[in-house]
């Protein structure tokens, strides 16, 4: 279980029905929209978004690229411009050897 805390640094709202939405890498077996607001989210607030993901039965490095999505369907994201991804890397071993990728 991955959880990011967002904070909205904006000027407007995140409207309710705001999802998470995959954006590349490797989904890692998520849902690639997952609704995380069942209210608006005000400037200066936070929230926590929560993913469970599963690795990988290979050996690697995996990472799994994310934003948000209104549900009308304005994309956004991380940073001064809202374009950047929030994501998470999972490192899998391979349980014979225990060797890293």
Do not use: H
Not at 74 to 98: C, H, P, S
Request: with cysteine; hydrophobic share 40%; aromatic share 12%.
């Amino acid at each position: 279980t991955k959880i990011w805390r967002l904070k909205n640094v904006g000027t407007c709202e995140w409207p309710a029905g705001t999802e998470l939405m995959f954006i590349s890498g490797n989904i890692m077996n998520a849902s690639s929209r997952i609704v995380f607001l069942t209210k608006a989210l005000y400037p200066n607030e936070y929230i926590e978004a929560k993913i469970d993901f599963r690795a990988p039965k290979k050996a690697g490095t995996f990472q799994s690229n994310w934003m948000l999505v209104t549900p009308e369907g304005r994309v956004f994201g991380t940073g001064e411009n809202g374009k950047g991804t929030f994501w998470v890397r999972i490192i899998a071993y391979d349980k014979a050897t225990q060797k890293k990728p």
